[in-house]
């Protein structure tokens, strides 16, 4: 018989168990698992969420036509305003305006954390049901846009920013008038919805107390709310529609109408388009009188009442 050569390397123990580990711990992220997250618990069952019969709603050449006239029609509107628009000279006027002003830094930060937990809630919902993909909806961009304005100094982009977004909240409107809930199912989400898109209001009226760069243009000036309406469009038309069209996901409305959509029918992105862009254009210049013109007024009417009260004592 002969005997065996045994290798010393043969008395170490295999680790080989260890990079097979690894391998299985690595593969729970590939881009299939994380797709799973996006928008893996979007159910098509629900009526307005998705699917493939969402998609086809409208027919390849209405939504082809409507697409190409309503991204021109948005560039055009885009460039116009950019055009008439003079940031520097409106900054200027505004920081002017607004030196008076003092620094109220704790109501700014109590606003920030609280529109910070509400938000944060919203996308721990998100994960939970595996619909990452709607927090691109315009009205939680918006909601990450004013936590912006809220963390930056005024400055220059500031001012552009929180302009553009007073005429970017008929979102904010149409979701507490015609809201859309029947997806979600989770204790406190239903809640959550209509805090959210409260608090979308919240802001604005805050930031038009300060003054200062968060002034709004005069009434008469309607290239800012021009701006925001051919941006919205784009980002609509563009964006949205491209994602929901690849992965069958109705984002904002883009592929089939909402279940309490009043223009529910397959010309019913021609009315949206035609009642979102006046809308666009009016609320922001509504908000901005019930905010920034109405509450001098009232104030004056608290501290007069207040003088009235030390009197009579």
Not at 67 to 88: C, G
Not at 117 to 141: D, R, W
Request: glycine share 6%.
């Amino acid at each position: 018989m002969f005997r065996q050569e045994v290798s010393v390397l043969s008395f170490i123990p295999s680790c080989s168990y260890l990079f097979q580990y690894e391998k299985r711990n690595m593969s729970r992220y590939n881009i299939y698992s994380l797709l799973d997250w996006v928008y893996g618990g979007v159910d098509p069952k629900f009526e307005g969420n998705g699917g493939p019969e969402c998609a086809a709603f409208i027919s390849p050449q209405q939504r082809l036509c409507e697409t190409l006239i309503i991204v021109v029609l948005s560039v055009l509107e885009v460039f116009a305003a950019v055009w008439n628009i003079n940031v520097s000279k409106e900054h200027r006027d505004a920081v002017k305006d607004g030196r008076r002003n003092k620094e109220d830094s704790w109501g700014k930060n109590l606003l920030l954390v609280a529109l910070c937990m509400t938000f944060g809630v919203e996308v721990g919902f998100k994960f939970a049901t595996k619909t990452v993909i709607y927090l691109l909806n315009p009205c939680h961009v918006v909601t990450m846009v004013q936590i912006f304005l809220l963390a930056c100094p005024p400055c220059k982009t500031a001012m552009v920013v929180f302009r553009l977004q007073v005429h970017m909240l008929n979102g904010a409107l149409l979701a507490l008038l015609f809201p859309v809930v029947n997806t979600r199912l989770l204790p406190f989400e239903k809640e959550i919805y209509y805090i959210q898109h409260s608090m979308l209001y919240l802001v604005p009226i805050y930031l038009f107390r300060k003054g200062g760069v968060y002034k709004p243009e005069p009434l008469v000036d309607m290239w800012w709310a021009l701006l925001s309406t051919g941006i919205l469009f784009l980002y609509h038309f563009v964006f949205l529609q491209g994602l929901g069209m690849v992965t069958e996901v109705n984002l904002n409305n883009m592929l089939c109408p909402a279940v309490s959509d009043p223009f529910y029918g397959p010309w019913y992105r021609v009315w949206a388009t035609g009642h979102q862009t006046l809308l666009t254009l009016i609320h922001g210049k509504a908000l901005t009188i019930l905010c920034h013109h109405t509450a001098p007024a009232l104030r004056h009417l608290l501290d007069t009442a207040r003088l009235r009260t030390k009197k009579v004592d």
